[in-house]
């Protein structure tokens, strides 16, 4: 695999609020932080571009509203922004696409020249899943580390409920299969940007 030199790391919405179990239930993959930061780490070493998206929660009840502590970057998240050498940006958004915040993704990643991301984060099924969609529809090369992201227990029609482990791995098989994004694992990127 190669990861281009200018390739972006997209890090979608890994803020404190979705430690608040209590309300988004049980999650998958409790090594994703861990291979997140090591992620951080490998594109800051080798200055390579980052881009931190924020989730706005215009929900009264989310964990991730604005203006309560939820909606702050995780500790290890805000202690390496401004770090690295490469590009940063600062994405808002209040929606499940980094595509769709403010300022606009897209324009930024053409500006820079940009045609290679690698997107993390949380939560896998949802804001990185669709992310990785609009990210391929666009026409990008989109890598999904699939160990640095993860996700809830989720309950949807008919009574019907599923796993976050389940969920997760279907989300990495409509990405890969579908063609929006090759899945593939922190350890593979890392090796990749060495």
């Keep these: 695999m190669e990861i281009a030199e ?14 608040e179990l209590d309300f988004w239930g049980p999650r998958n993959n409790p090594g994703a932080d861990d291979n997140i930061a090591s992620l951080l780490d490998a594109w800051q070493a080798t200055g ?3 881009v931190f998206v924020r989730h706005d929660s215009p929900k009264p009840q989310s964990p991730l509203r604005t203006g309560y502590e939820g909606n702050d970057f995780k500790e290890y998240v805000a202690q390496r922004r401004g770090k690295g050498a490469g590009a940063e940006l600062l994405i808002t958004k209040t929606v499940n696409s980094a595509f769709l915040g403010t300022p606009g993704l897209d324009a930024w ?7 290679q991301v690698v997107v993390v984060g949380i939560q896998t099924n949802m804001c990185v899943e669709t992310t990785a969609r609009m990210g391929g529809n666009l ?6 580390a699939f160990d640095a992201t993860y996700t809830f227990d989720l309950e949807g029609p008919f009574g ?3 796993g976050a ?4 791995q279907a989300s990495a098989v409509s990405l890969h299969g579908g063609g929006f994004a090759r899945v593939v694992t ?9």
């Design 160 to 162: 019907w409920r599923r």
């Design 186 to 194: 922190t350890e593979e990127v890392v090796g990749a940007v060495g």
């Design 139 to 144: 026409g990008y090369e989109v890598v999904v």
């Design 109 to 115: 990643l053409k500006a820079e020249g940009i045609s």
């Design 48 to 50: 390579r571009p980052i």
């Design 165 to 168: 482990e389940e969920l997760a």
């Design 6 to 19: 200018n390739a972006a790391l997209v890090v979608v919405d890994v803020q404190k609020g979705f430690d």
